[in-house]
């Protein structure tokens, strides 16, 4: 008798990355919504550049050939959501940029104001968890992270059991 875990025949990885995903829609689809940020709440949006769907201008996939990350904060417009995808106009280097990134290509949705994250594995090759990214790079105020309390989601699926 074994004690591994048998391959499961239902893809529960790929359901919880997408359940998780579409909070990121919600959230966003709320803002939109509303017109802008409640409170203190600013996110922080790290991404694939390159996965399929995502629209950005080629000068920002120069800079970032791999993964980036956006600050939704004060200075964004046009947000635009639906059930898999946003778009928002950001500025940077005072350069206005029209953003399309669907959900499937979000790696990481942080909003510092209440320590709330979570993290994804990249769609594109699910082996590989989030990497190291620079700092984010459209024009936005930078804001200092609660420390008090986590409400940190990571789902890594790349450990098995038994190993």
Do not use: C
């Not at 529960?12 to 359940?19: G, H, K, M, N, W």
């Not at 206005?96 to 979570?118: Q, R, W």
């Not at 790079?137 to 790349?158: H, I, L, M």
């Amino acid at each position: 008798m074994s004690d591994a875990m048998p391959d499961s025949l239902i893809p529960y990885d790929e359901i919880v990355q997408e359940a998780l995903r579409a909070v990121v829609g919600r959230v966003l689809g709320s803002v939109a919504e509303s017109g802008g940020l409640p409170g203190e709440h600013h996110f922080y949006i790290t991404f694939k550049t390159q996965a399929p769907g995502v629209d950005i201008p080629q000068r920002l996939i120069e800079r970032f050939p791999d993964e980036m990350t956006i600050v939704l904060q004060n200075r964004y417009w046009d947000l635009t959501v639906d059930d898999r995808r946003f778009s928002v106009g950001l500025s940077f280097n005072q350069v206005p940029s029209k953003l399309v990134i669907p959900y499937s290509a979000v790696t990481g949705f942080h909003d510092p104001a209440v320590n709330f994250e979570l993290r994804f594995q990249a769609t594109e090759d699910p082996g590989s968890g989030p990497e190291p990214h620079d700092e984010a790079e459209n024009d936005a105020v930078v804001a200092t992270p609660v420390e008090e309390g986590s409400n940190v989601v990571a789902v890594d699926f790349k450990r098995k059991r038994g190993d």
